[in-house]
């Protein structure tokens, strides 16, 4: 796919459970910095791609509908490396070794693009839900799956990790369990918690 977009490059691991405190803090700080420059990137390559000229990014939940088409029409996965293969079967469970995997992976660009999403389905949840606030995850475990990454709350007992729902979703969307209708439908579900 060719364009103009500008693919996140975090200076940071994102490995969170191998970070310190402070790495985790800094990296909160420049991911709430990264959203207005994040934002009007992702909203640029939206309105340079055919048919969504017109999209509207003005953080209604109904915005969600056409931004989850377009969505549906950026993922893009590549074959994984074999060195990449005997990674992970190496680094897995006894169990897993014997489950048949995927042998491809999201391309760094749809990574991208669920991270620039998920930025912008956050704004779209604090903008009509005054109740929700962000909350870094800094301490506790850091086995906790939203260790160290920015999260929104309250949603009863659950938080909402904008990049990791969005990454859910583009896999979802790669092996086509999820459809471009999908992302309003994860929104509409998570207000029901709040």
């Excluded at 870094?136 to 260790?147: D, H, N, P, V, W």
């Excluded at 929104?152 to 979802?172: C, E, H, L, S, V």
Aim: glycine share 6%; hydrophobic share 35%.
């Amino acid at each position: 796919m060719v364009d103009n977009y500008s693919i996140i490059q975090p200076p940071f691991t994102l490995k969170f459970s191998t970070m310190t405190k402070q790495e985790v803090k800094d990296y909160c700080q420049w991911y709430m910095d990264q959203i207005p420059i994040r934002l009007e990137i992702l909203f640029n390559t939206i309105h340079a791609s055919r048919g969504f000229e017109e999209w509207k990014p003005d953080y209604t939940p109904d915005s969600l509908n056409m931004l989850g088409e377009w969505f549906a029409s950026q993922v893009e996965t590549r074959e994984e490396t074999q060195d990449e293969i005997r990674k992970m079967y190496e680094d897995s469970p006894d169990w897993f070794k014997s489950v048949e995997i995927e042998t491809w992976q999201l391309t760094n660009r749809t990574f991208s693009l669920a991270f620039d999403i998920g930025m912008y389905v956050s704004q779209v949840f604090l903008k009509n839900h005054e109740k929700l606030k962000w909350k870094f995850i800094t301490s506790g475990s850091k086995r906790y799956a939203e260790y160290g990454q920015p999260v929104i709350y309250p949603f009863g007992k659950r938080d909402f990790n904008p990049t990791g729902m969005m990454y859910t979703q583009a896999y979802g969307l790669a092996d086509e369990t999820y459809n471009g209708g999908t992302l309003r439908k994860t929104y509409d579900i998570w207000c029901k918690m709040i």
